[in-house]
T-cell receptor, first 116, second 115 residues
Framework: DTGVSQNPRHKITKRGQNVTFRCDPI?????LYWYRQTLGQGPEFLTY????????KSRLLSDRFSAERPKGSFSTLEIQRTEQGDSAMYLC??????????????FGPGTRLLVL | GNSVTQMEGPVTLSEEAFLTINCTYT??????LFWYVQYPGEGLQLLLK?????DKGSNKGFEATYRKETTSFHLEKGSVQVSDSAVYFC??????????????FGAGTQVVVTP
């Protein structure tokens, strides 16, 4: 079990640039979540995939944000035209839910984004 | 809507002291409850969980009991070590009747344990 991995671990970009983050979930996990964590706060839900289908998006996910999970394995989160307010830690979590109430989400180390 | 409130930090303790971090929640039905821990420079790790009323989750000497009557899930440890210094997050998860659900986190409580 290699755990959830995320790349890159750190990203510094200039305002207006596009960035893309990758998440590799635990093998065979069918669910994948993206969260955002700002300094001093708990993570906030952004979006969720069941296999390759994106089933829920938070209001936090503006039109500049897009997420994909094309083959039901890894996922990418893209932010277009970054703004300074996008600076945060972006967390990915995966889970294997085979029955109601059994889900436990396992988190990756996160990608820390700094928009200058 | 659902919400999680946990005590503010930092909480500073001496080694071998007793630790309590309060967590209360607002939700309908019977959500699942979690404690996650974030050590310096690392990602969130699941510490323990409980899925129904009166369940007690435990791990690494930490315990928390799901109290429906007080809507609480307080974290306790009888004797902390310096290695327990971290940020602890209480989280509300899906109801046991739901097929999926996002986690809703509290703001986190930083714990500092001194030798």
């Amino acid at each position: 079990d290699t755990g959830v991995s995320q790349n890159p671990r750190h990203k510094i970009t200039k305002r207006g640039q596009n960035v893309t983050f990758r998440c590799d979930p635990i093998s065979e996990h069918n669910r994948l979540y993206w969260y955002r964590q700002t300094l001093g706060q708990g993570p906030e839900f952004l979006t969720y995939f069941q296999n390759e289908a994106q089933l829920e998006k938070s209001r936090l996910l503006s039109d500049r944000f897009s997420a994909e999970r094309p083959k039901g394995s890894f996922s990418t989160l893209e932010i277009q035209r970054t703004e300074q307010g996008d600076s945060a830690m972006y967390l990915c979590a995966s889970s294997l839910a085979y029955q109601r109430g059994s889900e436990t989400q396992y988190f990756g180390p996160g990608t820390r984004l700094l928009v200058l | 809507g659902n919400s999680v409130t946990q005590m503010e930090g930092p909480v500073t303790l001496s080694e071998e002291a007793f630790l309590t971090i309060n967590c209360t929640y607002t939700a309908t039905g019977y959500p699942s409850l979690f404690w996650y821990v974030q050590y310096p420079g690392e990602g969130l790790q699941l510490l323990l969980k409980a899925t129904k009323a009166d369940d007690k989750g435990s791990n690494k000497g930490f315990e928390a009991t799901y109290r429906k009557e007080t809507t609480s899930f307080h974290l306790e440890k009888g004797s902390v070590q310096v290695s327990d210094s971290a940020v602890y997050f209480c989280a509300l998860g899906p109801k046991t009747t739901d097929s999926w659900g996002k986690l809703q986190f509290g703001a986190g409580t930083q714990v500092v344990v001194t030798p």
